[in-house]
């Protein structure tokens, strides 16, 4: 016998709509009342409803969690008008040394600018007040410098569930985000 999972998702498509953060199943499952078991199968009917041609959201993982996005055709076209409220471009330097933090993590102030060839203390600033990066902890090294890594933050904005689904590197890109032994 298949269960009729139509209000089950319904409700947490209302939930995931008026939630702004990423939410797991077992937060899913408290706020709805509904058991994990259900929970999981109403996500899974809710994403196979939502990927019918006349919906114009889906359900994705981000961050650990789930969220309702528009389909990634759909944004392509809409992000210029829609992204983030008042949010800059980020520039190719920014760029730089969040993919350097991101493949290298992690890693400190200092190893960027190995990396790079310049000082990163602006961009690290930049990074950190968007929240894509975050202090990790601090190296076992003399000064003990600040280790970064990525933030949800991070996965959120490029569309990621998690760090794993980084683009692979070609082995001349993964050269470029290896350290040498001196830092």
């Given at each position: 016998?298949?269960?009729?999972?139509?209000?089950?998702?319904?409700?947490?498509?209302?939930?995931?709509?008026?939630?702004?953060?990423?939410?797991?199943?077992g937060?899913?499952?408290?706020?709805?009342?509904?058991?994990?078991?259900?929970?999981?199968?109403?996500?899974?009917?809710?994403?196979?409803?939502?990927?019918?041609?006349?919906?114009?959201?889906?359900?994705?993982?981000?961050g650990?969690?789930?969220?309702?996005a528009?389909?990634?055709?759909?944004?392509?076209?809409?992000?210029?008008?829609?992204?983030?409220?008042n949010?800059?471009?980020?520039?190719?330097?920014?760029?730089?040394t969040?993919?350097?933090v991101?493949?290298?993590?992690?890693?400190?102030?200092?190893?960027?600018?190995?990396i790079?060839?310049?000082?990163?203390?602006?961009?690290?600033?930049?990074l950190?007040?968007?929240?894509?990066?975050?202090?990790?902890?601090?190296?076992?090294?003399?000064?003990?410098?600040?280790?970064?890594g990525?933030?949800r933050?991070?996965?959120?904005?490029?569309?990621?569930?998690?760090?794993?689904?980084?683009?692979?590197?070609?082995?001349?890109d993964?050269?470029?985000?290896?350290?040498?032994?001196?830092?």
């Open positions: 016998m298949e269960l009729n999972l139509d209000s089950e998702a319904a409700l947490l498509q209302a939930i995931l709509f008026l939630e702004s953060e990423p939410m797991d199943e937060a899913l499952s408290r706020i709805s009342g509904l058991g994990k078991d259900v929970t999981e199968a109403a996500l899974e009917h809710l994403k196979d409803v939502l990927a019918g041609p006349c919906h114009g959201l889906e359900l994705t993982r981000m650990g969690g789930w969220m309702l528009p389909k990634q055709d759909l944004w392509a076209m809409l992000k210029d008008r829609y992204g983030r409220k949010e800059q471009k980020i520039s190719r330097a920014a760029m730089e969040l993919s350097i991101a493949y290298s993590q992690p890693v400190t102030r200092a190893e960027v600018e190995s790079r060839g310049v000082a990163a203390d602006n961009m690290i600033r930049f950190l007040e968007k929240e894509f990066i975050k202090e990790v902890g601090k190296k076992d090294s003399p000064g003990k410098p600040i280790q970064y990525t933030t933050e991070f996965l959120k904005f490029f569309r990621l569930s998690s760090i794993a689904e980084l683009p692979k590197l070609d082995e001349l993964r050269e470029r985000f290896e350290l040498d032994g001196s830092q």
